[in-house]
T-cell receptor, first 112, second 111 residues
Framework: ETGVTQTPRHLVMGMTNKKSLKCEQH?????MYWYKQSAKKPLELMFV???????ENNSVPSRFSPECPNSSHLFLHLHTLQPEDSALYLC???????????FGQGTRLTVV | TQLLEQSPQFLSIQEGENLTVYCNSS?????LQWYRQEPGEGPVLLVT?????EVKKLKRLTFQFGDARKDSSLHITAAQPGDTGLYLC???????????FGPGTRLSVLP
């Protein structure tokens, strides 16, 4: 039990589908993150929600859309993805400016 | 060019051997974290170092932060098969939240 729960653990979707990834933490943290982990590449920060502000990596395509309705929940909405978007998507949470403490187990996404 | 580099990229050793992996950068970091990640799982935080020259020990693992806060090392004594995994370092600059991850060292400890 890491304290950060991601669902689903595995997802296969077609390029025309719309799906959402969910992340939940009840650790009292006030910052949440989405990371992408591809084979042979370092972890890539996609989005940060910290103290109700959103920071994003400008290189992330618009087919990825985050939503953070409150400090405990984070979503990543997916639409019209490409096969190269297949990767492990990791959610993390921390106290703002204190370092990343906990990662979720990730969602293994395959786009066909 | 990666901001954080890790070496070696791969390491395969026998149970009971000692090893050191490195995390290097030309940038200064306000803090640096080490994580271990097993296949199909998220990274698990092992340690955070914040002071130049700091040494932290976690059982058989010894972490060191360079004096200039640009590099770090992880030394494992008497490695065990349970130490197998991907070891990631991550640095934070200016106390900000854009953590940069290295590519990782994939360690395999054979029984």
């Amino acid at each position: 039990e890491t304290g950060v729960t991601q669902t689903p653990r595995h997802l296969v979707m077609g390029m025309t589908n719309k799906k959402s990834l969910k992340c939940e933490q009840h650790l009292g943290h006030n910052a949440m993150y989405w990371y992408k982990q591809s084979a042979k590449k370092p972890l890539e920060l996609m989005f940060v929600y910290s103290l109700e502000e959103r920071v994003e990596n400008n290189s992330v395509p618009s087919r990825f859309s985050p939503e953070c309705p409150n400090s405990s929940h984070l979503f990543l909405h997916l639409h019209t993805l490409q096969p190269e978007d297949s990767a492990l998507y990791l959610c993390a949470s921390s106290q703002a400016y204190r370092g990343i403490a906990f990662f979720g187990q990730g969602t293994r996404l395959t786009v066909v | 060019t990666q901001l954080l580099e890790q070496s070696p990229q791969f390491l395969s050793i026998q149970e009971g051997e000692n090893l050191t992996v490195y995390c290097n950068s030309s940038s200064v970091f306000s803090s640096l974290q080490w994580y271990r990640q097993e296949p199909g799982e998220g990274p698990v935080l092992l340690v955070t170092v914040v002071t130049g020259g700091e040494v932290k020990k976690l059982k058989r693992l010894t972490f060191q932060f360079g004096d200039a806060r640009k590099d770090s090392s992880l030394h494992i004594t008497a490695a065990q098969p349970g130490d197998t995994g991907l070891y990631l370092c991550a640095g934070a600059r200016n106390y900000g939240q854009n953590f940069v991850f290295g590519p990782g060292t994939r360690l395999s400890v054979l029984p």
